[in-house]
């Protein structure tokens, strides 16, 4: 059966000379969070610069990206019209000598459609297209060689796509003649000064395109050199105090740990820890001495089937529960069973140890002392005791008889003899005492009046103040 005495829950353990360092009680919920707070700072910033550079190459490489269509497009485009300033010429060329009429026909179409595109192309250079994904912005060399002596290939453009057009506005049902005014021209034209314009252009869209592509790097090469730096001055500043705070805290927790394992095993007491289902957790040396288990073989076993017997699992299950529930802890007292099958008294301690986060109970930490002998003394002691106290009853019983008894001896309190009378009174200290008195007459004149003390008192002076009694009842018989 187990027997229960309410008590308060015992505080948990701290070492009397137990320090900020120790990490123990109140002190330890503080570092923890100290740390804690300092981790996250600290951590946080060291993302926020990273978060920052890696944005930085983000906008970087994309501008560079961006950079590089954009040139690639104008580049594209502006070559494309070399091209097609040499095609133009070739059609007409076509046009202007085919006989054949669906040749013929095949050529102004495409003259035509070299005119429209060039046409599309040059305002795109010019003036910028969405369409056609070119900028509304021109640099100042490119503005100086589209209008601006001596090349000014904006007014080469119009005026070469206005030959062609002209040229078509000639073309009828009869072939051009070779020496037509427009046609002598874009021979003329195309392959030689246009085309030297137009090469003009390309290469100088494509030294701008070089020097932004450069200029863009060498914002990368600083971005990545800022980087480099800045994890530098993250490691050296944030994560290398950082690692000495978390070394040392993790420390100070170790020698804790190591005193509160050192006192725990060299205690001359059972210590064995449960969680919420009643495994086993916790199982000091103590425990292994006592009960001949290992903590190897008991660790998440179940607390109440390896030790308890079947009697007293259920009314300990239920008190245990209560406790991680919320009600005070309790000292117990409660039979366990040890690997040999000997049963053992435990008197046990129990605190509730709470997580210091989300203070939600997480272990039952119980004490155990073994007073089996202790029980076996006192109920010895106690059986002693009962026995004692039936003997002295029956003595006290004895010694109000043989109080009765003596006072029975003695003669009547009112006496009247010769010469005397008077009233006698006998009070002892004790139930039986050594005083005596009595009186008689002899012949009718004479009274003889007995007053006695024996020594001491209790039985044995009853017994000679009855023995006295029987001798001066001898003399009055004898009349002397």
């Known amino acids: 059966m187990i027997n229960r005495t309410q008590r308060d829950s015992v505080p948990p353990f701290r070492h009397p000379n137990s320090n900020t360092d120790s990490f123990s009680g109140g002190g330890a919920d503080l570092n923890i969070k100290s740390l804690l707070r300092g981790v996250w700072t600290r951590s946080l910033i060291g993302l926020i610069l990273i978060a920052i550079l890696s944005t930085t190459t983000f906008f970087i490489i994309s501008s560079l990206l961006k950079l590089n269509e954009k040139s690639g497009t104008i580049v594209n485009i502006s070559g494309r019209q070399r091209m097609l300033s040499q095609r133009g010429a070739f059609f007409a060329l076509q046009v202007s000598t085919n006989t054949n009429k669906q040749e013929r026909e095949i050529a102004i179409t495409k003259l035509a459609a070299v005119a429209d595109l060039m046409e599309k192309s040059h305002l795109g250079l010019t003036e910028g297209s969405d369409e056609l994904g070119l900028p509304n912005a021109m640099s100042d060399a490119i503005n100086a060689l589209y209008y601006n002596a001596p090349h000014e290939l904006d007014k080469q453009v119009q005026e070469y796509i206005k030959a062609i057009r002209a040229l078509l506005a000639e073309v009828g049902s009869n072939t051009v003649s070779t020496e037509s005014e427009q046609l002598k021209y874009i021979m003329d034209v195309a392959p030689n000064r246009l085309l030297t314009t137009l090469n003009l252009a390309v290469q100088q869209y494509e030294d ?25 001055m993250e490691a050296l500043f944030i994560y290398r105090p950082l690692v000495n705070r978390v070394k040392n805290t993790t420390r100070a927790f170790l020698r804790q740990l190591q005193f509160s394992d050192s006192v725990v095993d060299t205690s001359q007491a059972l210590i064995i820890g449960l969680n919420k289902t009643g495994q086993v957790k916790l199982f000091n040396k103590h425990s292994e001495v006592l009960t001949g288990w290992q903590s190897s073989q008991i660790i998440n076993e179940d607390f109440m089937a390896a030790f308890i017997p079947h009697h007293e699992r259920d009314e300990l299950t239920s008190v245990y529960q209560g406790i991680f529930s919320g009600e005070k802890a309790t000292k117990l007292e409660t039979t366990l069973t040890t690997k040999a099958g000997q049963d053992l008294t435990i008197e046990w301690s129990n605190t509730l140890l709470v997580d210091p986060e989300t203070k939600a109970p997480s272990l039952l930490l119980a004490t155990g002392l073994d007073v089996t002998q202790r029980k076996i003394h006192n109920e010895a002691l106690q059986q002693a005791l009962t026995e004692s106290a039936q003997l002295g009853s029956r003595l006290q019983e004895e010694v109000a008889h043989a ?45 003889v009046f007995l007053v006695g003390d024996v020594s001491g008192h209790g039985v044995a002076s009853g017994t000679l103040v009855s023995a006295a009694k029987m001798a001066v009842h001898q003399l009055e018989n004898l009349k002397e």
């Open 403 to 447: 109080a009765i008894l003596q006072k029975a001896l003695l003669p009547e309190p009112d006496f009247k003899l010769p010469g005397i009378q008077g009233l006698a009174k006998l009070t002892t200290s004790t139930e039986v005492g050594g005083d005596y008195y009595d009186y008689y007459q002899v012949d009718g004149c004479h009274s």
């Open 208 to 232: 701008e395109a070089n020097t932004e592509l450069q200029n863009t790097l060498k914002y990368e090469r600083i971005v990545y050199i800022v980087t480099l730096l800045t994890l530098l």
